[in-house]
């Protein structure tokens, strides 16, 4: 499975971002796909995650009532709606798939990763 995330960049607080990921390769048919992110010297954090269905999904604190995310399975694509960006938001954004996911918020629970997404919020 490769995933490849786009949609990152450079954006002034209060702005906003749309990351996208799309898997290639091998499908599931009940995995969860997630975001994480990690800044410079800190560990990769969760940020959220969504199962196969679309109509579970998992926030980390820091982001709920800010980001988004969803999924289209006929694009086997997930997305990461990001609004009301902070500074401490930035960070390298990755995607991942959950292959039989048991604990979606966690990183050790994830199959497959993404390359990465760098997003940077200005002050």
């Known amino acids: 499975v490769q995933l490849v995330e786009s949609g990152g960049g450079l954006v002034q607080a209060g702005g906003s971002l749309r990351l996208s990921c799309t898997a290639s390769g091998r499908t599931f048919s009940s995995d969860a796909m997630g975001w994480f992110r990690q800044a410079p010297g800190k560990e990769r954090e969760f940020v959220a995650a969504?199962?196969?269905?679309?109509?579970?999904?998992y926030y980390a604190d820091s982001v709920k009532g800010r980001f988004t995310i969803s999924r289209d399975n006929a694009k086997y694509t997930v997305y990461l709606q990001m609004n009301s960006l902070k500074p401490e938001d930035t960070a390298v954004y990755y995607c991942?798939?959950?292959?039989?996911?048991?604990?979606?918020?966690?990183?050790?629970?994830?199959?497959?990763w993404g390359q990465g997404t760098q997003v940077t919020v200005s002050s």
């Open positions: 969504v199962k196969w269905n679309g109509g579970t999904t």
């Open positions: 991942a798939v959950d292959v039989y996911p048991r604990t979606p918020t966690t990183t050790s629970s994830y199959d497959f």
